[in-house]
């Protein structure tokens, strides 16, 4: 059962390698994919709950960040959201703590980028739709953008790695209504675990359902394994994917077969989207 801590926030804005900030609204994500990078954080979390099983919820976030906003110059930054949790995870359909500093971010001018694997973004498509700010080049740019996780399109995976997600489906039917209302969309595809969403057959099935929606750029990252997720993933894929688990340890812990792994990942990546027309929209995360 999860466990809801509701906790006062001293900062909301952190300085971050993924955009000139990072916000959090939570830390701590139920969706409980199998390997999530942010259960680094139950370092510093001495909570009884596993990664997964416990979220704090930032309450008074928006307020910090009205204030922490007015201090930082100049006014123009952009800020990505989020790096520890997903900031749209069902929790947010009651606290809107997301909503509101998206709001707060967007009415002052700042650039959003938001990586989600939740449908309920839809509800915020007002306010990604709403906010402009002048152009040199054109009449007006869109200062916030919409990115979704797709790690597979096959939906036992997907339960079986993201247990709590929106569905493949449905992330993708996100992605082509925001492009519907003109909002900047783009896809992260990782990271790619081997030989379970990195296979051909996987990736073909996901570069060909993108082929037609206008993206702005399509991330491609590896497998890292950071803090726990070794073991996150042993735990989570069960006995049946036992030697699957061996397979992905003989290339993920061995330097030289991660190297070459990590070419033909890359080939294979760029020669699916050649096929399907979006090569000008690849980028590598490694």
């Not at 990736?203 to 750029?217: C, S, V």
């Not at 070459?260 to 050649?274: F, G, I, T, W």
């Amino acid at each position: 059962m999860l466990k809801v801590y509701e906790i006062p926030a001293k900062t909301i804005l952190n300085k971050s390698d993924l955009a000139d900030f990072s916000l959090n609204c939570y830390c701590g994500c139920s969706h409980k994919c199998l390997y999530c990078y942010g259960r680094y954080m139950k370092k510093f979390k001495h909570y009884p709950q596993n990664w997964g099983d416990f979220v704090e919820v930032k309450i008074n976030a928006p307020q910090v960040l009205a204030k922490e906003i007015q201090k930082i110059k100049p006014l123009k930054k952009v800020v990505f959201m989020s790096s520890i949790c997903d900031g749209w995870q069902p929790l947010e359909a009651k606290y809107q703590l997301s909503r509101a500093c998206l709001k707060i971010l967007l009415e002052n001018g700042w650039e959003v980028s938001i990586l989600t694997k939740s449908s309920l973004i839809q509800r915020d498509f007002d306010l990604l739709g709403a906010y402009k700010t002048p152009n040199l080049a054109c009449s007006s740019m869109q200062v916030g953008s919409l990115g979704m996780t797709i790690t597979t399109l096959n939906t036992r995976l997907k339960n079986l790695l993201e247990p709590y997600a929106s569905s493949p489906q449905e992330r993708l039917d996100t992605l082509r209504k925001a492009q519907e209302k003109g909002i900047k969309i783009w896809v992260f595809l990782g990271p790619l675990i081997p030989e379970f969403t990195d296979t051909l057959d996987n990736l073909k099935a996901i570069f060909q359902a993108l082929a037609g929606l206008n993206l702005e750029e399509i991330y491609v990252d590896r497998l890292n394994l950071r803090w726990q997720v070794l073991e996150s993933l042993k735990r989570g894929l069960g006995r049946q994917e036992y030697l699957k688990t061996k397979i992905l340890l003989y290339k993920c812990l061995q330097p030289e077969k991660y190297r070459q792994y990590s070419q033909e990942l890359k080939e294979k990546a760029y020669q699916l989207a050649q096929k399907t027309g979006l090569v000008n929209q690849l980028k590598f995360c490694f």
